[in-house]
């Protein structure tokens, strides 16, 4: 068996994470303020709806790492649900962004359950996807670098969504499309292609490492779970940074709409708050993209631990800055955007990589290999940093006294400066500080990996 995965392999696996994201990006920088400045919901009713759902759904993700693991076609385990679950995905992206002509108690039960859906389609083709990496290669190395392309992909994909959806919404808007419709028709446009892009990492990607022939329970797997301290250290550092990137990028709109607002720039002249913040966005995202280039070198000089901790703790302090600065200070603020996208952008192949270990790590303590069901556990941790981080964007707007679509008062504006600076940094440092705890070193995992493959070949 060769662990060595192609170029084209890697560049199939990263086609999963641009589909997948640029709905993420939809999600975690547009809906926010969909809901509360379109579809005119209260941000304290839709901080509690994204808490409620996602809660839920993050307990979907174990459940659906145990089917993936259970799974056995002729095409693999995960695989297949790539090719299942795409057109579901797109029909329901397009759903959840539609906005019937209902009163507001039925328009808010309408974002329940369309939003309630889409999670579950996102979990039954992402998860599966996440724990693809694993059974792709066992080369910690190639695991990296999976993961890197599955990054490049995934900002690829945001920064297409972030650099054109102000002018997409502009172009229906210009032609007689009302708002609502304008951003229906846009994700439809988005939906299409994020179909087409996990159909494509199907067909481009392949199964390798089987597991140890040991039969395993669901209770056995749960159990060992709860035994592996690395995986609960993981899951804390990976909801924190979750939590730090979505204060950020439910915030953004906010940022530039109410705080920012129109600025001259030199040279261009004046920029409207949308077109600002959408840049800020694509900047933001392509930063990110660079980290995540930077990634592998780094964390191959300097271990992925001592990386991930570094990173962090400058996103923290970057973050910190993004507080002081004025309106007018258009060139610091974009300036500030690029240090904290590139800090935050490192980190991120590298918890799929840790994620990668961990389940290395697992089946080396106990026989016993479940990718799916430790894949899907960063899955909910994602989905739970993404909760907290969103339903806490909503709640501190109603608590700052935030009116959608008018002047915001003093603390309001307050509070939406607090919501892309302070309340990052902390999600930030508390990564950092669970990193700390955490023992599967590079050192350590080529042990690991040399065992294992004993054990295998027995």
Known sequence: MTNKITFKENVGY??????SSMFWKLFSMFLMIF?????????????TMFLLTRLWDGLNDPIMGIIADRTNTRQGKFRPYLLWGAIPFAVVGVLTFSTPNFGPSGKLIYAYITYTMMMIVYTAVNVPYSSLMGVMTSDTKERTSLASFRFIGAYSGG???????????????NIGVNTAKSYQYTVTIYAILAAFFFIMTFLWTKERVKPSNVKSSIWADLKDLGKNNQWFIMLGAGIAVLIFNSLRDGSIMYYFKYYVKDQTIP?????????????????????????????????????????????????????????????????????????????????????????????????????????????????????MGWTLGGAVTGWLLAAYGFEANAEQSVESLKGIRLMISFYPAL????????????????????????????????
């Open 35 to 47: 809901y509360t400045d379109v579809v005119e919901l209260s941000p304290a009713s839709v901080g």
């Open 159 to 173: 920064i297409v969504m972030t650099a054109s959806v102000p002018y997409l919404l502009d172009y229906f808007s």
């Open 14 to 19: 990263g086609f999963g994470d641009f589909a």
């Open 267 to 383: 040279f261009i002249g004046e920029v409207q708050w949308d077109k600002l913040a959408g840049a800020y966005m694509t900047i933001w995202l392509a930063t990110n993209m660079l980290g995540v280039l930077l990634a592998k070198p780094v964390s191959a000089r300097f271990g992925k631990k001592v990386t991930f901790i570094g990173a962090m703790v400058l996103a923290s302090v970057f973050s910190l800055l993004l507080y002081v600065l004025k309106p007018h200070q258009i060139n610091l603020i974009f300036g500030l955007n690029i240090f904290i996208g590139m800090t935050a952008g490192i980190v991120l192949p590298l918890i799929w990589s840790m994620y990668a270990d961990i389940s290395d790590y697992s089946e080396w303590k106990t026989g016993r290999r479940a990718t799916g069901l430790v894949f899907s556990s960063s899955s909910m941790s994602q989905k």
């Open 427 to 458: 999600g930030a440092a508390l990564s950092a500080g669970f990193l700390l705890l955490y023992k599967l070193t590079d050192k350590y995992m080529l042990k690991v990996t040399e065992e294992l493959s004993k054990q295998r070949l027995k």
